[in-house]
């Protein structure tokens, strides 16, 4: 797991995952609209297991909560972990509906892109959507990356971006 560390933005506190994070973890991962484009919602018979990946990181890999600077409201999560093609870091984020079009996502996303680059000197992230997403491929934008190439997997065609 990389060096933990709480990252902080205008409005959010990004931090490491604790024990009491578990149910805010299994609401997101069960939720219908938040996996809409992540494969779908988890089902009851495999949620622990897909819980206890999140605390269970790779090293090179880490996951922050996000919530609210003020309120400390837990909002989604956002992560680096290895990508599927064995080369790459990945960016991913899943957000609960109630957080979507205030731009929380494209905040916290900005800072972990910074932190990669800049902090951890890394030499680019990637980060993985469908092409039908396009509020994803929007914030992705947002934050200055690019369509990298596209390619059909988890029948679906997929979007990789690069920052």
């Not at 396009?134 to 947002?142: D, G, K, N, V």
């Amino acid at each position: 797991m990389m060096e933990k560390c709480n990252l902080y933005t205008e409005r959010l506190h990004l931090r490491e995952l604790l024990a009491t994070d578990s149910a805010f973890v299994g609401q997101l991962i069960t939720h219908e609209k938040v996996r809409r484009f992540l494969g779908g919602p988890v089902s009851l018979d495999q949620r622990e297991a897909v819980i206890a990946c999140y605390f269970a990181f790779e090293e090179g890999e880490t996951v922050w909560l996000v919530e609210t600077k003020n309120s400390r409201q837990p909002l989604g999560l956002i992560s680096i972990s290895h990508h599927g093609d064995g080369q790459d870091r990945e960016l991913s984020y899943q957000f609960l509906p109630g957080a979507w079009g205030h731009g929380y996502a494209a905040e916290a996303a900005k800072r972990v892109l910074d932190y990669a680059l800049k902090d951890l000197q890394l030499k680019r992230l990637i980060a993985e959507t469908q092409s039908a997403n396009f509020a994803s491929r929007r914030l992705l934008e947002r934050v200055g990356m690019r369509e990298l190439r596209r390619l059909h997997r988890f029948g679906a065609e997929q979007i990789i971006y690069v920052s």
